[in-house]
Nanobody, 117 residues
């Protein structure tokens, strides 16, 4: 059974930091691209950041220089370090796994990030 379990969300003031974690089980972690997406109220889910199976990363423009994605292939974890948070970063953040061989794709349940003073 595949599980992606996110944690680390919460309420933070503008300019603050949070680190999201995603624990993956039931997948061959090393052959999955891992990504974070987010969905704000009334908006479509959008891509935030990806770390591919080889370790390469890419980000949506709005988080460049503020967010850092990383992965731990031994413990099957993926992280999103978020610095200098802005109110527009408020959203439900989802972890995503994408198998590079067979394109199986999985989602976690999400963790809420709220940036407000």
């Amino acid at each position: 059974q595949v599980q992606l379990v996110e944690s680390g969300g919460g309420l933070v003031q503008p300019g603050g930091s949070l680190r999201l974690s995603c624990a993956a089980s039931g997948i061959i972690f090393s052959i999955n691209n891992m990504a974070w997406y987010r969905q704000a109220p009334g908006k479509q889910r959008e891509f935030v950041a990806r770390v591919n199976a080889g370790g390469g990363t890419d980000y949506t423009d709005s988080v460049l220089g503020r967010f850092t994605i990383s992965r731990d292939n031994i413990n099957h974890l993926v992280y999103l370090q978020m610095n200098d948070l802005k109110p527009e970063d408020t959203a439900l953040y989802y972890c995503n796994a994408d198998n590079v061989r067979n394109r199986d794709n999985y989602w976690g349940q999400g963790t809420q990030v709220t940036v407000s003073s």
